[in-house]
C-alpha cells in the first residue's frame, strides 16, 4: 500500500466525519454536484490545454474538490476567500460562472480579470473571492489583512485562507500567523496538504510534516482532517469557522489531500508511483464516497443522479464553448486597469 | 456523434509529440479520467486521459507513430449506439489567434514611455494673505496623516514603533492618544507579512498608510508591493485595487553604512501601478501625503531623515492638497535646467545659488513626483534653457536621471545645446568611514561642475 495512503487511514489523529448528524438529501447532492462540477470543469480545462487553447501555466485541482466545497458549505455570506494559482476549483465554489472562469483561461474579454489574469489571477469582488495569487505564500499575508478589515470594521466576516503543504514553509507564513493571534483576527487557514510541491514530497521538504501543529509557537489550534471527505471538511470547517468568527483568533485546518494530475500541465510526476495515484483514485475519491453514500442511503436513484451528471456537463460544454468563442481581449485593455 | 480525440499539447511550448502506446484497445469502455495513451515528448511521458464516456471506436494514430502534431485525431470515441463510420463531431474548438501585438499610443509615442504623457494636474491655489506657519518636515507629515485620519475612518497606520513608542523618527507623534490603538498599530517586526495585510485590507477598501521604519527595510516587503500592491488592479480587469501609502524614510542618513543607506526612488518608479513621490519641502510633505493618501492606488511615499528637522512655511489651510504628478519650478533661470528631488534639492538650490554669482542662471525643477514623470515641466525648461543636469542621492545605472536624459532625447532631442548630465551618487555600497561616505555624495560642488560643464563656462 502506498505510503501516503497507509498513513492516512491509520492516524486516528486525523478528524473524519462523525460529529454532526448525517447529511440529509439536499446537503448531500449539493456537495455530489458542486464537487463534480469541478472535476468536469477542470477535465475540460486540460482538454482545451491539450488544444493548445489555454496556455501558460494550468494547475488543475482533480482530486482535491472536496476540501473547498465543504469549506464553502461551512461560511456564511460576506465571508471572503483567498488562494494560489490552484483555484478554478476554489472560484467554482464561489459561486464564480463557469464560463466567466473559463474565458479568463482561455485569454478572452469574458473572463473574470478580461482575459489579462489567466488562470492563476482571478477575483471577483461580488462573490468576496480575492484571488488567485501566483507567489507561493503571499496570498497568506494578503488573505491575514483581508481579515484584519473584517476585524477593523467590526463586520463579523471571516476569511478563509487556503495554500499548500510548500507554501507552509515561507517565512511570510509565520509572519502572519503571529499577528493573527496577537490581534486575534477572524482567519482560517487552510494547509490542502496534497503531499507534494511541485515534484517535492512533504517529507523531503518539511521538518515537521504535522500541518495542524504548524501554529503551535504561536498558540494557534489546528486540526488534521480527511480532505478527501467532504463531511470531514464540513464539519471541521464549521468548528474553525465559528472559532474564528467568535473573536477566538485564527484557526488552522490541515486538510489532507491529494492531486490526481501533475503539479501543471506538463508535469509527467516521476515523483510518484502510479499504485499510489490508483490507489486514492480508487478507494478515496471524494466524488465516489459521496456518490455511494447517496446509493446506498437512496437519498436519490441512479436516474436522478445520471440527470445531474448531464446537467454538469452541460455547464461544462457550454463553457468550454464560450471561452472558445469569446473575442480576445480589445487592444485598447493593454493599457487600461494599470492605475485607477 | 462519436468525439475526436486529438494529440494533446502537455506544455505550454510543445507541437507534436510521440504516441508511444495505446493502454485501451478498440472496444474497451472508457471513462472519464481513464488514461488511454501515453505520449513522449522532448522533455518527458505523459499520460493522456479520456475527458468523455464511451467506447474507444477506433484508433486512428498507432502506437509508435513519431511526431504526431498537437490536435491531430488519434482516436474516436462512440457514445451509445453509434459506430466509427458516423462523422465525427467538430465541436474542436478553433486555436486561439496570435497574441495581440502591443500597440503604441495612439499618437504612436515610443513603446518605452507607452502611454503618451498625460497633461499634469493643477496645483491648488494658496489665496492671497494666507497665513504661513514654519513647521518642520516632520510635523507637517503628522499633521498630513492627523487631517487625513479626522477626515476618513478608513485610513490607518501601521509600522514598527508607531504608535506607543510614537514613530521611531517621531513622524506618528501624538497619533495613537489622537486616534487610539485600533487606528495606530504597533506592528511586530516583520515587513513582509505586515506589508501584506496592508495590501490585503487595501484589497476590502480599507486605507493603510504602512511605515517602514526606513525603505532599506521595504526590501523584506518588496514582494508584496510590487507583485500584489501593483499589479493586482491589471491582474483583476480592474476590479480588485488598494489604496494605500508605504512611507517612510529613504535614502542615506549619516554615517550609517551600505544596508542602511539607499535610495529606492529607481526601484519603485520602474513599476507600473505604483505612484512614488517624493518631497523636499514640509508644505510639499503635507500636501503630497494627504495626496497620496486619498489616492486610489499604491503610492511609495519616499521621505528623508536629514530633511525631518528642517523648517519651511507651510500653508495655514483647511484642506492642503499638492498634486501626485506635478513638478514645480523651485527657482526659475534661463541657462541650465536642473532637476531635483527631496534631498537633491538642498544641493541644486546651493549649486543654483553658486552659479548665479557666475552669471549662470539656472532653473531648478523639484520633481517631487518620481512617477509618473512631470516630463513637461522638464520639457518646458529644456527648450528654453538648452542644457539639462539631474540631481539624484542613487546609483547612476539605470537611476532616475537615465531616464529623464534618454525621455528628453526622446521628446526634445533638437532643443539640446549639450548632452544631459547626471549627478548622482558613486557606484558603490555606502562606506562608514566619514571621508570616504562624504565622497560617496551628491554635493553643491559637482552640481555645479556639472552645470558649467553643460553650459561650456
Ligand atoms: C515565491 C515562489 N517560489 C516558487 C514558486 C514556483 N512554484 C509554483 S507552485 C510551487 C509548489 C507549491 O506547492 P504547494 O504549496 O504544496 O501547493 P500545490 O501546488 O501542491 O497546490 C512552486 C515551487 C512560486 N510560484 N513562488
Ligand atoms: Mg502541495
Redesign the pocket.
Known sequence: MPAAAKADKADKSVSRATKTAAWGKEQELKAYREMLLIRRFEEKAGQLYGMGLIGGFC?LYIGQEAVVVGMQMALKDGDQVIT???DHGHMLACGMEANGVMAELTGRRGGYSKGKGGSMHMFSVEKNFFGGH?????QVSLGTGIAFANRYRDNGNVCLTY??????N?GQVYESFNMAELWKLPVVYII?N?K???GTSVDRSSALTDFSKRGASFNIPGEKVDGMDVRAVYDAGLKAVEYARTGNGPFILEMQTY?YRG?SMSDPAKYRSKDEVDKMRTERDPIERVRNRILERKLASEDEIKKIDAEIRGIVNESAEFATNDPEPDVSELYTDVLR | MPIEVLMPALSPTMEKGNLAKWLKAEGDDVKAGDVIAEIETDKATMEVEAVDEGKLGKILVPEGTQDVAVNTPIALILGEGESASDAPAKSAPKKTDSPAKPVAGEDGAAASTGKPAEAAPEEMDVPEGTEMVATTVREALRDAMAEEMRRDPDVFVMGEEVAEYQGAYKITQGLLQEFGARRVIDTPITEHGFAGVGVGAGFTGLKPIVEFMTFNFSMQAI?QIVNSAAKTLYMSGGQVGCSIVFRGPNGAAARVAAQHSQDFASWYAHIPGLKVVSPYTAADAKGLLKSAIRDPNPVVFLENEILYGKTFPVPKLDDYLVPIGKAKIARPGKDVTIVAWSIGMTWALEAAEELAKKHIFAEVIDLRTIRPLDMQTIIESVKKTGRCVTVEEGWPQFGVGSEIAARIMDEAFDYLDAPVRRVTGEDVPMPYAANLEKLALPTAAKVIEAARAVTYR
Open positions: 494547475h494560489a494559482y490552484r501566483g507567489i507561493v505564500g503571499a495554500f499548500g503543504d510548500g507554501a507552509s515561507q490542502e496534497n507534494y510541491a511541485m492531486r503539479h | 514582494d
